[in-house]
């Protein structure tokens, strides 16, 4: 059975910073390209960061670039996200996916999709 559980969201005042985590099981994580996207209601979702199986490669919206850090475990099996400078239009629900090709995981198709965490930033 395949679980993608994330953690770590909350509420945080503008210029704080949150540390979020994925955990995942139930399927070979260091194969798999991960990701989190992010969405606010009316919206669709976008792609904020993504890292590849090897941690070699790793990809920023211009949105999160030099704010947000992508990072992950595959010991642990576990994928982070660490936000720092934390703006009100970083409000979202935060998801994290896996996804077996790099392409599909920025296009949206992912194979593994968590539950979602919710970040809210007070102004």
Known sequence: ????????GGLVQAG????????ASG???????????RQTPGKER???SAISP???????????????????DNAKNTLYLQMNDLKS???AM???????GWAKLLGDVSNYWGQGTQVTVSS
């Open 89 to 91: 239009t970083d409000t």
């Open 94 to 100: 935060y998801y994290c996916t896996a996804s077996g």
């Open 27 to 37: 399927f070979t994580f260091d194969d798999f390209a991960m990701g989190w996207f």
């Open 16 to 23: 704080g910073s949150l540390r979020l985590s994925c955990s």
């Open 46 to 48: 976008e792609v904020i």
């Open 1 to 8: 059975q395949v679980l993608v559980v994330e953690s770590g």
């Open 54 to 72: 090897n941690s070699a490669t790793t990809y920023y919206t211009d949105l999160v670039k030099g704010r947000f850090t992508l990072s992950r």
